[in-house]
């Protein structure tokens, strides 16, 4: 314990307080304070210019809502006996740092990143902990030999504890109140409101895990209807996917123009030299955020390659793809459009994908699915559970209804009116043609 708690200030929670010297110890190593740099919504500030916030101050905050629920748990249901499946507060200590740490594997743009150089932001969360190398591993060992493995457990998961594991992941947990919350804040939207009081207080511990008394039931309906237009509105955007994918394709061309031997030597991209020649090591992962590759990007730019010079630009000064739907009617479609982008002078390749919102990692919520995690459970009155769709109408008619969005995304200028570069023209005319009200039409 410190001898007097201190608290940081923050938006969504006013205050977050830090109650134990190794929490304060954990904040303060060098991995955890890295994710200042980091964003948690990557691409998603080109859409919502607010949502600047980072990795650091969402961890925080999962850490504070983690608190408040062992203190509501420690209040008002502590155990009295060995397994009677009430909460035992000496279970705080590692569900705290779980919290504080469930994201510090996390690297710039994260997502885009792991699909192009096959790094896994889960396996190096638990290298951070584990390793002797890292200043975490030195302050958690602090506790036992064993903490920094238990830490690690809970948040793969195989912690013996279910609540612990539960608070930390599960479909109403920390982790997702927080970021719910703390992205609808700062994308400045207002879908991702909910009541996080009166959650807390109808959640209550049990012998397999967390559950919400039945008296709760709207506060969890609301939680759900929330996630589900967080979902559609802000991270399935069109636009942000557009980024992600002008992202994606400019790392891959430098990677494809470094194994050529083609990358400008001028502006050697030495952080990224590990990613690209798939050899790297912690030390090199911990080196990488936000700024390291905006200053990559900012130098090539000026790459004589027009391909990664066109991307970077397009990335920095956010010229977005556009993008139209398809579906599988319309999917056949998509090697002609190809055929004419390549025909205006774009290589395909690079300047045109195909993705669905169901590729991005984020779910929503289906009881039908077979992991245990992904029930929300009821609490009736006589101790009994009931799932949460079957007495809610509202839950049952969204459930699984997120829509794939599949889109397939191009260069904007193929919706150009004739006027430049007259000699393209009727290949734009001609792609123009399979475009309706952003969908893909086949031609009559
Ligand atoms: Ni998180």
Sequence with gaps: ML???????????????????????????????RLRRIRQLGTASSTFHGAEHSRFTHSVGVYEITRQICDLFQRNYPSKAKDDGLWDDHERLVALCAALLHDIGHGPYSHTFEHIFHTDHEAITAEILTSSTTEVNQVLRRV????????????????????????????IDADRMDYLLRDSYYTGTNYGTFDLTRIL???????????????????????????????QQVYFHPVSRSMEVILSHLLKRAQVLYENNE????????LLLPFFENNFCLSDYLKLDDGVLTTYFIHW????????????????NRKPLKSARFNSQTARLLPKLRILVNEAGYNPEYYTATND??????????????????????????????????ISNLVAAITGKVSGDERFFFPKEMLAESSQGE??????KKFQNYIKNGRITALK
């Design 357 to 390: 919102s169901y590729d991005l990692p984020y779910d929503a919520y289906d009881p039908t699915s077979q992991k245990r995690r992904t029930q929300i459970e009821l609490m009736q009155d006589d101790g009994t559970l009931v799932e949460l769709s079957t």
């Design 144 to 171: 036992s030999a064993d903490f920094p493995q238990e830490v690690a457990s809970v948040i793969q998961k195989t912690y013996p504890n279910p609540q612990v594991v539960q608070m930390i992941s599960s479909q």
């Design 3 to 33: 001898p007097m708690e201190k608290v940081l200030r923050d938006p969504i929670h006013n205050y977050i307080f830090i109650q134990h010297q190794i929490i304060l110890d954990l904040i303060n190593t060098r991995e955890f304070q």
């Design 423 to 428: 000699i393209f023209a009727p290949i734009y």
């Design 301 to 316: 730019c000026e790459s004589p390659d027009k391909i990664l010079n066109d991307l970077a630009n397009r990335f920095l």
């Design 201 to 231: 207080r109808v959640m209550r511990p049990y012998k397999e895990g967390i559950t919400f008394h039945i008296s709760g039931m709207h506060a969890v309906e609301d939680y759900i209807v929330s996630r589900f237009q967080m979902y």
């Design 263 to 270: 990358l400008d030597t001028a502006i050697t991209p030495h």
